[in-house]
């Protein structure tokens, strides 16, 4: 059973336009989500993170939101880049515990 | 400075045999992490190192599978009598500690039983 969901296998948008990952995840215990970006033959790079006790984290054109009430947080990337096409992972932990990822979403960013 | 570094890059075994996989994490970081990611899913969680002690090994899937750090620092993961369903890449992350933080990642050794 899938605690943290990617329901969007894959995603293409314009350079210049705004992407939109969503995740969705089912531990109400969770209390810390991560995006990690992961490029062919490299390992996932960390990209921005959030605490549950906050419901947005911005990091110059990456933006995180969470909805607790939901159990969906969503990665906000504005303007897209061609250069943020990769595969994007959504991460939750509860505590200590180890991350559960996500399956991904792969971006393709149209120049 | 040095990031997480993984050997093998590739590794080709064939069934039953034994591989050992090496991780060097970042220097000074006290926790190590073993993932597997299997192709179309995300990184799923092995085992993690804080020093030299397995704090949790509740990832691995069966005893085939066994991962040391005796010098609280490179790290081994050993997979006896390999299976096909074994083919993965395996990530190595590490971290300062285990608190709320990221964990830099290294590229994975893609290994592939025939």
């Known amino acids: 059973d899938q605690q943290v969901k990617q329901n969007s296998p894959s995603l293409s948008v314009q350079e210049g336009r705004i992407s939109i990952l969503n995740c969705d995840y089912t531990n109400s215990m969770f209390d810390y989500f991560l995006w990690y970006k992961k490029y062919p033959a490299e390992g996932p790079t960390f990209l921005i993170s959030i605490s549950s006790i906050k419901d947005k984290n911005e990091d110059g054109r990456f933006t995180v939101f969470l909805n607790k009430s939901a159990k969906h947080l969503s990665l906000h990337i504005v303007p897209s880049q061609p250069g943020d096409s990769a595969v994007y992972f959504c991460a939750a932990r509860e505590g200590n515990t180890p991350l559960v990822f996500g399956k991904g979403t792969r971006l393709s960013v149209i120049a | 400075g040095a990031g997480v570094s993984q050997t093998p890059s590739n590794k080709v075994t064939e069934k039953g045999k034994y591989v050992e996989l090496r991780c060097d994490p970042i220097?000074?970081?006290?926790?190590l992490y073993w993932y597997r990611q299997s192709l179309g899913q995300g990184p799923e969680f092995l085992i993690y190192?804080?020093?030299?002690?397995?704090?949790?090994d509740s990832g691995l899937p069966n005893d085939r599978f066994f991962a040391v750090r005796p010098e609280g620092s490179v790290s081994t993961l050993k997979i006896q009598r390999t299976e096909r369903g074994d083919s993965a890449v395996y990530l190595c992350a590490s971290s300062f500690g285990t608190g709320v933080g990221e964990q830099y990642f290294g590229p994975g050794t893609r290994l592939t039983v025939t």
């Open positions: 220097s000074g970081h006290t926790a």
């Open positions: 190192f804080q020093g030299t002690g397995a704090a949790d």
